[in-house]
């Protein structure tokens, strides 16, 4: 059979068999993803605003150097918190390494300076003059930071919807540190790299149909959010 | 302040659920240990295999890290996993020597083969001298008219792969060889390159079983040398070195895996119709000739270790906090020993 037919009929028939390792993979992607997300979330979110309020020296250079790590590689993260968690490592004595916490805390590494950096350029894309009439209101700092984040709810948006996509889509860093531990470390990308490497294209890219569905759900869900706060 | 005060609200229950999260993942009802171990070995499925069954016996849970043998030892002496079973004399004998690793301990093996294309252009076929194939092998292909895909990963396969080279007097990776093609990644992912570029390849019979449905341009050239058997040695960590891993948990799975039963069920483990691995634990004078001289010392030690445990008591605040107030650490080394105390 066509493997791409045959990946679709495989991954209606793993969704509706309710393999439950199948499902314990998806659930610990989700999870994982997510609460690297809403950890990055409610760090970066208030560091992005705080960078777009406020002026200081070196905030160019603290941008810049912010923008460069959206880009970073995951096998880098991967690496870096890896030899950070390792047992000889500084965090060594937590003993977090092969475990889902360790695969969090590497996809926060990755997701904090897209939410940081995006929602710091959305802030300060808010017009001057609702800043400065907020001021004249009498306004202080944090009622300041709210109104603009309000304001600029849909960039903040369109920052949790590119870390999620980055999130749940990378596999180097949760390769690297969760070790793809059967039953326990698991998630969807690494299951995929692991059934290609056994030559099981077929269930490969069934798990790949899954993530795709999985990811466009939670885009359709989080874009509406997105469009209905805009209209509001 | 109401906003302020709800802001600072929603950013701690954000991070106390991220905390409740981390703490219900790292409760473990039962001691774990982590044990790195070669690809190919994960790959033929003997572990998913021999896992529940010792699960069922000790009630340790194994967590398996596919990674090549060098990976693996390279790990294990950096104190992250509690044990390794790979395939690599060299690797394990520097990995004792350094102190890393103790108690090393043959626990089967099977043997290596060289594949390759059906056509056959280097006339390999059939030898039972691995070091004439392979510099037939280079003959053809700096002639143009084949290719040997090396893993390139230090793995116990790219190893052996380099150690016959080295019996040549060979180093193919020391200069750009247009039919040495280094393809840096596991068993399986070289033999399908291999199978694609009709090239010669070193694997271990294991996998070749796991895997030639999917190969249809390649079949078994050379097999049969003595140099080509393929030992696994099981190796705990330290504890001296690394005193948070679980020593005990890893002893008592090498106890399981050299015992009778152990041996037994490795010895019974198929793919189709045929055997994949060759229990060798305690036959002594196969497992000095594979490179293990100590084995008998060694076989006699994890024997005399005792191996009634139970399962320790689940602490009060534990049991009380139901699955979120125990440790990871705690956890590891729950084991005990009766005869130890």
New interface residues.
């Given amino acids: 059979m066509n493997p791409i037919v045959d990946g679709l009929v495989r991954a209606f028939w793993l969704l509706i068999s309710f393999d439950p390792e199948v499902y314990s993979i998806v659930l610990l992607s989700l999870?994982v993803s997510g609460?690297a997300v809403?950890?990055g979330?409610?760090t970066g979110i208030?560091f992005g605003a705080f960078i777009a309020l406020r002026s200081f020296m070196g905030k160019r250079v603290l941008l810049s150097v912010l923008n460069t790590l959206t880009g970073l590689p995951p096998v880098v993260v991967g690496l870096l918190v890896y030899l950070v968690l390792?047992?000889?490592?500084p965090l060594?004595?937590l003993?977090l390494?092969?475990?889902?916490?360790a695969m969090?805390i590497a996809q926060l590494v990755m997701v904090f300076p897209i939410v940081a950096s995006v929602t710091a350029s959305s802030v300060s894309s808010v017009d001057r003059k609702l800043r400065l009439r907020a001021l004249s209101l009498g306004a202080d700092g944090?009622?300041l930071t709210?109104t603009m984040l309000r304001e600029a709810r849909t960039g903040v948006l369109t920052a949790m919807v590119l870390a999620f996509g980055a999130a749940i889509s990378e596999v180097g860093a949760v390769m690297i540190v969760g070790?793809?531990?059967?039953w326990?470390t698991r998630t969807l990308t690494t299951a995929i790299l692991?059934e290609t490497?056994?030559?099981r294209f077929g269930i490969a890219l069934a798990l790949g149909i899954i993530l795709l569905t999985l990811s466009f759900v939670i885009n359709v869900a989080l874009t509406r959010l997105q469009w209905s706060g805009l209209r509001r | 302040m109401g906003r302020r005060l709800l802001s600072i609200l929603i950013v701690s229950v954000v991070l106390a659920g991220a905390v409740i999260v981390f703490q219900y993942w790292s409760y473990r009802a039962r001691p774990v240990i982590i044990l790195a171990t070669t690809t190919s070995l994960y790959d033929s499925g003997l572990l998913d295999y021999l896992n529940p069954r010792f699960l069922e016996t000790s009630n340790v849970e194994i967590q398996v890290l596919a990674k090549g043998s060098g990976e693996s030892i390279e790990i294990a002496k950096r104190g992250d996993v509690d044990i390794v079973l790979v395939h690599s004399r060299t690797l394990e004998e520097e990995f004792i020597a350094s102190g890393y690793g103790v108690h090393r301990v043959g626990v089967m093996y099977n043997d290596f083969i060289i594949i390759g294309p059906k056509a056959d252009p280097a006339q390999v076929s059939g030898l039972r001298d691995a070091e004439l194939a392979f510099s037939k092998i280079r003959e053809t292909g700096r002639l143009r008219r084949s290719f040997f895909v090396s893993r390139a990963d230090r793995s116990g396969t790219h190893l052996k792969e380099l150690e016959i080279w080295q019996s040549l007097g060979l180093n193919p990776s020391s200069s750009i060889e247009p039919w040495y093609v280094e393809a840096g990644s596991g068993m399986g992912v070289a033999l399908r390159m291999a199978n694609e570029k009709q090239a010669y390849i070193l694997t271990d019979r294991g996998t070749w079983i796991s895997f030639k449905d999917q190969l249809s341009n390649l079949k078994i050239l050379v097999e049969g040398d003595q140099v080509l058997l393929n030992p696994y040695a099981a190796i705990p960590v330290n504890p001296e070195k690394h005193y948070h891993r679980n020593f005990k948990a890893a002893v008592i799975f090498v106890k399981f895996l050299i015992s009778d039963e152990g041996q037994r069920l490795i010895g019974d483990f198929k793919k189709g119709e045929e055997r994949l691995f060759w229990p060798m634990a305690r036959d002594f004078q196969m497992a000095a000739q594979l490179g293990f001289p100590d084995q008998a010392k060694e076989v006699s030690w994890y024997d005399m270790q005792p191996f009634q445990f139970r399962q320790a008591a689940v602490p009060v605040a534990a049991a009380l906090c139901s699955r979120t107030a125990h440790s990871y650490v705690t956890a590891r080394s729950e084991v005990e020993f009766d005869g130890a105390r």
Avoid: D, H, K
């Fill in positions: 999870v609460a809403l950890v979330a409610a208030p390792s047992s000889s490592g060594g004595p003993q390494l092969y475990t889902p916490q969090v944090s009622q709210l070790g793809n531990i059967r326990f692991l490497e056994l030559g």
